[in-house]
C-alpha cells in the first residue's frame, strides 16, 4: 500500500506562489507515474500536471501552462507543484495521485490507483 501526503496549500494572494509538495511512503517504489488534479467547489475533478517515472516528460493543462512547473524527486519519494502567478480561478482542493505500474505521464484520473487527502489552495483578488 502506498500513501501520499500533500502539504503546501494555503491563502494567498491573486499574483503569488504557493509550493505543493506531495510525499509518498509504504511502497514507494510503486509510484511510478503521478500527477496532480484539482476540484473546485461544484466542479468536476481536473487534471493540472502529470510527469512521468523518470521525471523526464511532463504535462499541463492548457490553463496552467507556463504558469505551473511538476517536478519529483525519487529519492524523497516526493513529487512537487510550483504556482506562479495564481488567480482566483486556481482556487481548489489540489490532490495528488500514482500509479504503480506505469512509468510514462498519465492525463486521466482513471489511470490512477493512489490518491492523497488534498490540500485546500485559496487564491483571493
Known amino acids: 500500500q502506498v500513501q501520499l501526503v500533500e502539504s503546501g496549500g494555503g491563502l494567498v494572494q491573486a499574483g503569488g506562489s504557493l509550493r505543493l509538495s506531495c510525499a509518498a511512503s509504504?511502497?514507494?517504489?510503486?509510484?511510478?507515474?503521478m500527477g496532480w488534479f484539482r476540484q473546485a467547489p461544484g466542479k468536476e475533478r481536473e487534471f493540472v500536471a502529470a510527469i512521468s517515472w523518470s521525471g523526464g516528460s511532463t504535462r499541463y493543462a492548457d490553463s496552467v501552462k507556463g504558469r505551473f512547473t511538476i517536478s519529483r524527486d525519487n529519492a524523497k519519494n516526493t513529487v512537487y507543484l510550483q504556482m506562479n502567478t495564481l488567480k482566483p480561478d486556481d482556487t481548489a482542493v489540489y490532490y495528488c495521485a500514482a500509479d504503480p505500474a506505469r512509468t510514462g505521464v498519465i492525463l486521466s484520473a482513471a489511470g490512477y490507483v493512489y490518491w492523497g487527502q488534498g490540500t485546500q489552495v485559496t487564491v483571493s483578488s
Open positions: 509504504g511502497r514507494t517504489f510503486s509510484t511510478r507515474a
